[in-house]
């Protein structure tokens, strides 16, 4: 396998790990505002806390690692990205920046404080919805390379249905993932009046992520007719990812095995995700960057891919850890510890 | 934009986010060895006045961490948006560390969570201990892996530049180049030093306003002590890294220093003032001792600015910042020393109200330190963002929105900061150590109360 494909799946795989920690953590704000609106938050914010607050510096490490490597791999993508995303680059930050501190502050007696509840919950939605541009102006056409730098075109991003339509299906994904996850952990905490809730929510954003995904997949078609051709040659990819889908509604449905429906969860994104990568492919930004044109030079790319290597080694068996005591400790779970 | 030109903008937005983020990251690197000290301590002697000291302490770094990973966030991802074509350009060197370092913070990360969350979770407390190592080594190597970035901007080395395009890359040796040694040892040290001074700033302060108990005095002699190492280590870092600037960024030095002319037996300028003809008036003038903190030798040459070419040569402002970062320097060695030469004598007192406060001021002033070091060493670096090869200017983004983010930067570290300050109040006013000692420990908070009276 050649380098670029080694680096790009990587960094692929980094960002299925953070849109799956992070969708968890952002659906969660959502929730716990709504939660709260509805008088229900004794019933669930605790639940929520006690998984949370210890793993939001892990989820950012996840986001940070990405865009890092992506940089080092292909240092092209820091110009063009670099030069086009300023603003939306600079809003992500900024929400980033909010919910970040909601974590440090909140944790010390500001709980009833409702503005930063608010915030919480709201840059749970925005922030997926400015990182999507990203993905967006990817498929090209919305932004214009001139003598001397790279201009994004607003007036196009903001009247386009796809980019529309990535972000409402970037919305609704993060509430399903976050709702399934919440079911499963809700479960295992033995906590019912928590379960009979999470699972409502769980049940009502799946029909929304399903149609989301048909809407994208259409609007694809006009937008980027090529990597449209190429998704449809893996359409055995996405029919799998549907299956997945199927079979955790299903488990949930039922009210039994709450952690395999959250296994399938995982697996359908994680099929769908890797089928939309691959057939993105060989462009990262259409028509600009490919990612034979712009990867590093061969020493820097085996120095990656090395480091990489001995960073997992490293990074797993923390992990493991990390999850053994805050996810899979039934004493912590259930909040005896 | 506001009448500036956008490099201007994008370097204030650069300056303004790392200079802020260098509060947090500072700390972030150094709280967690005192902390890890302060446990092992108590554990060790078993003293719950130290393992109740680092409780105490791990609760404000969550704050600070917090902060500090947030304008992290916020710096990597500026480094790309608003210098897309330097990134373009030197990431295809200086990656590897960059990459490297994102590997600590996720080590730093997952071992913070669980210590945080694991304190009585444990049998046996030295468990708890081991998991605080992880925290430092991945601090520390973070600090370790963003300098030799720096560094390579500095002394850039590893590639050949060949039509604009960088050949014949070795990742190891851009890590590893010149200014690699003497920055890492510095900035790490000092890092050290300044979450030492200010944990021993934070117990004198409180000795003085609030009386302060037996866990206070041992919390300011275990800071000072640290701080005494600390700033020894600092100063002889220093002093290393003058040489290193004297073989290879002599501009640097020579801005720094007020030095024009080369010559042998170069006086160290003080302070000072310059007239309209760039000549020294009002300095303290050291005889040879520019010499001998440049090569380490009272008679050797110094190169003069002279020597560089009028458009490469830095600001000469910078004099001030090297200044006031070494007089803070050898200001807290000095006041460290003597605290404990006050301790250790029979007859001393080393909680003299006049020399609390004098401990007081180590704190902010060590930060204060920081940050004109940073002024001193990036902007001495001008006009280059990477010397000798691209100047700020070539690196910088062309967007004409640079102005309106500066703006909503500015706006969102003031918040920032206040929440941090507002946060930290909540935290432990009205929650003061005797009461918590009492609560966790009440053998050890009636043995103290009796040693006091
Ligand atoms: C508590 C903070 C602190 C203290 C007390 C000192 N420094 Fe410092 N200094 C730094 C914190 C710092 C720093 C923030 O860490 C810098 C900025 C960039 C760097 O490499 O380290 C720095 C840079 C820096 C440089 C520039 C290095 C370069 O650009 O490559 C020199 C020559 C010195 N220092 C020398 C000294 C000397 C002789 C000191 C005498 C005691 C001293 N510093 C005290
Ligand atoms: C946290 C410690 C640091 C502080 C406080 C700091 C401070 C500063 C300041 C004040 C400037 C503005 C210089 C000027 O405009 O004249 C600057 C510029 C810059 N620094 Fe640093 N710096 C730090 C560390 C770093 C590191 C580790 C890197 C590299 C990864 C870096 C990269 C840059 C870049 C790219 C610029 C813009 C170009 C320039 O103006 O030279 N800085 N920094
Ligand atoms: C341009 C320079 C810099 C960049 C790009 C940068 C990048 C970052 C990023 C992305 C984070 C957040 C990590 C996370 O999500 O957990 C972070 C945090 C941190 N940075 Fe910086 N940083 C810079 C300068 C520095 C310097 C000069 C130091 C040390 C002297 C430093 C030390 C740290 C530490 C220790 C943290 C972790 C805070 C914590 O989790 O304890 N950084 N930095």
Redesign the interface.
């Known amino acids: 396998m050649s380098y670029e494909i080694i680096g790009i799946s990587v960094l692929w795989f980094f960002l299925y790990g953070y849109l799956i920690v992070a969708s968890v953590d952002f659906g969660a704000g959502f929730f716990a505002y709504y939660a709260r609106m509805t008088k229900k938050d004794h019933l669930i914010n605790q639940l929520i806390s006690r998984y949370l607050s210890p793993v939001w510096e892990v989820t950012n490490v996840f986001f940070v690692f990405f865009f890092v490597g992506l940089v080092g791999f292909f240092p092209d993508m820091a110009y063009y990205f670099g030069q086009s995303l300023l603003i939306p680059g600079s809003i992500a930050i900024v929400l980033i920046a909010i919910r970040g501190s909601f974590y440090a502050f909140e944790n010390y007696g500001s709980k009833d404080n409702s503005l930063y509840m608010f915030l919480y919950g709201a840059t749970g939605l925005l922030i997926p919805a400015s990182l999507s541009t990203a993905l967006t102006i990817s498929e090209g056409g919305f932004i214009e390379e001139t003598e001397n730098d790279v201009q994004l075109l607003y007036g196009e991003l903001f009247s386009n249905p796809y980019s529309w339509s990535v972000v409402f299906l970037a919305i609704v994904s993060v509430l399903y993932i976050s709702a399934m996850f919440l079911t499963y952990y809700a479960h295992r905490a033995g906590d019912r009046p928590a379960l009979e809730i999470v699972r409502k929510y769980a049940l009502f954003w799946s029909s929304p992520t399903i149609i989301a995904s048909l809407t994208t997949f259409i609007a694809l078609s006009q937008q980027n007719p090529e990597h449209f051709q190429r998704a449809m040659d893996l359409w055995w990819v996405f029919g799998i990812s549907v299956g997945f889908f199927i079979t955790a509604l299903f488990l949930v449905y039922t009210g039994k095995f709450y952690g395999w429906a959250f296994i399938a969860v995982m697996l359908q994104f994680f099929v769908a995700f890797f089928g939309y990568g691959a057939s993105h492919l060989p462009y990262l930004l259409y028509p600009y960057v490919t990612i034979s044109n712009a990867v590093t030079n061969e020493s820097m790319a085996v120095a990656l891919v090395i480091v990489f290597i001995a960073g997992l080694l490293l990074l797993i068996p923390s992990l493991i850890l990390l999850m053994r005591m805050f996810l899979f400790d039934a004493d912590y779970v259930k909040g005896e510890k | 934009m506001f009448g500036f030109e956008t490099v201007e903008v994008s370097r204030a937005l650069t300056a303004m986010t790392l200079l802020f983020h260098a509060i947090f990251a500072t700390l972030g690197v150094g709280v967690p060895v005192l902390v890890s000290i302060a446990e092992f301590i108590g554990i060790k002697r078993k003293d719950p006045h130290y393992t109740l000291l680092a409780r105490r302490w791990t609760r404000g770094y969550?704050?600070t961490?917090?902060?500090g990973?947030?304008?992290?966030?916020?710096i990597?991802?500026?480094?790309?948006?608003?210098?897309?074509?330097f990134?373009?350009?030197a990431?295809?060197?200086i990656?590897?560390p960059?990459?490297?370092?994102?590997?600590a913070?996720?080590?730093e990360?997952?071992?913070?969570?669980?210590y945080?969350?694991?304190w009585?979770?444990f049998k046996k407390p030295i468990y708890h201990w081991l998991l605080s190592i992880?925290v430092v080594i991945g601090g520390t190597m973070s600090a370790f892996f963003i300098t030799t970035v720096n560094s390579f901007m500095n002394t850039p080395q590893g590639f050949e530049l060949e039509e604009g395009r960088?050949?014949s890359?070795?990742?190891?040796a851009a890590m590893f180049n010149p200014a690699t040694p003497t920055k890492v040892f510095h900035v790490i040290s000092s890092s050290y030093l300044t979450a030492a001074a200010v944990l021993a700033g934070i117990a004198a302060f409180i000795i003085l306003i609030k009386k302060g108990s037996l866990y206070h005095k041992k919390a300011l002699k275990l800071t000072m002590t640290a701080t005494f190492i600390f700033a020894m280590l600092t100063a002889l870092a220093g002093d290393l890294s003058a040489k290193f600037l004297a073989e290879h960024q002599p501009e640097k030095l020579a801005a720094g220093e007020w030095h024009f002319e080369s010559e042998e037996g170069a006086d160290l300028v003080v302070f000072g003032t310059l007239n309209e003809n760039n000549e020294v008036e009002n300095a303290i003038r050291i005889p040879n001792a520019l010499s001998f903190l440049a090569h380490g030798d009272f008679n050797a040459e110094v190169e003069g600015l002279e020597e560089t070419p009028e458009n490469e040569r830095p600001p000469l402002w910078i004099h001030y910042m090297f200044d006031l970062m070494v007089s803070i320097g050898f200001y807290t060695l000095g006041i460290s020393l003597l605290f404990l030469v006050l301790w250790k004598w029979k007859k001393g007192n080393p909680f003299h109200p006049i020399l609390l406060w004098g401990v007081a001021a180590t704190g902010p002033l060590t930060m204060l330190a920081i940050e004109f070091g940073w002024i001193y060493a990036e902007v001495g670096r001008q006009p280059w963002i990477l010397r000798g090869f691209m100047t700020v200017a070539e690196g910088s983004?062309?967007?004409p929105?640079?102005g309106?983010?500066f703006a909503?930067?500015a706006a969102?570290y003031l918040v920032?900061a206040v929440?941090?300050l507002?946060?930290l109040r909540?935290?432990f006013k009205g929650k003061p150590a005797e009461l918590e000692l009492e609560h966790r420990f009440p053998n050890t908070a009636a043995a103290s109360r009796e040693g006091q009276s």
């Open positions: 969550t704050i961490v917090a902060v990973v947030v304008t992290g966030t916020a990597g991802l500026q480094l790309s948006l608003i210098w897309p074509s990134m373009r350009l990431g295809n060197v990656a590897l960059l990459f490297m370092e994102t590997f913070f996720f080590f990360a997952i071992f913070l969570g669980i945080l969350y694991t009585d979770r992880p960088f050949t890359v070795d990742p190891l983004t062309t967007s929105y640079i309106w983010m909503l930067f969102v920032l929440g941090c507002l946060t909540k935290i």
